[in-house]
Structure formats: structure tokens, C-alpha cells
């Protein structure tokens, strides 16, 4: 599950470098769909854990100290921004909308 692991956390950066960019332009528009597009080709095959318990885990990155959680994001296509730091809230709200639908059968 490792490589449906680094997919979810790069869709999960993507939906955080469109929330930093003005809502509805055209690059947040490109990452948002870019997103969708990994999301689909790499399913998550599980539900991930809830977003507090992957903030510890975050937390204990080597890329992280002082209880801050660093990222690599984007302001635009092919343009990383290294070593930015997330907020709490960022990080659940992206989470949130990375996370599967139920896969309960119908």
C-alpha cells in the first residue's frame, strides 16, 4: 500500500496548493484536476485513517520540527514551494476532501 500511500499524499498537496491560490483561477482549477485525474488512475484501496491520527504521523516526518507539519506545494504547475508549513486546519480540511467515498456495496 505504500505507492497508494505517496498518491494520496500528493493528491492531498495538490488540494492544498489550490487552497492557497484565489478560489476558481485557472491554476487552482489545474491542481484540483490534476487531483481528481490521480485520484482516479490510484484509488485509495482502504479508507485512510481519520486526520488528527495522520497529523501525528506527519508530525514525525524527518522534514518537520517544532510541531509544525512542512510540505511540498505548489503555486503553480511545475513550481514546487518546499518546505511550507501547514496549519492544523489546512491539513483536515485537505484531508477531508481526499478522502474516498464509502465503499459500502449498494
Known sequence: LHGEAVAWGLSTELTLSAA??????????KFLALRDELNQKFPCPVIPP??????TWALKDK???DD???????????????????TWG???TACSANTPPSSNPA
Open 20 to 29: 492557497r491560490l484565489k478560489k476558481g483561477s485557472p491554476e487552482a482549477l
Open 50 to 55: 481519520v486526520p488528527s491520527e495522520l497529523w
Open 63 to 65: 522534514k518537520n520540527a
Open 68 to 86: 509544525a507539519v512542512h510540505m511540498v506545494l505548489l503555486s503553480e504547475r511545475g513550481t514546487p514551494l518546499v518546505h511550507q508549513a501547514v
Open 90 to 92: 489546512e491539513f483536515a
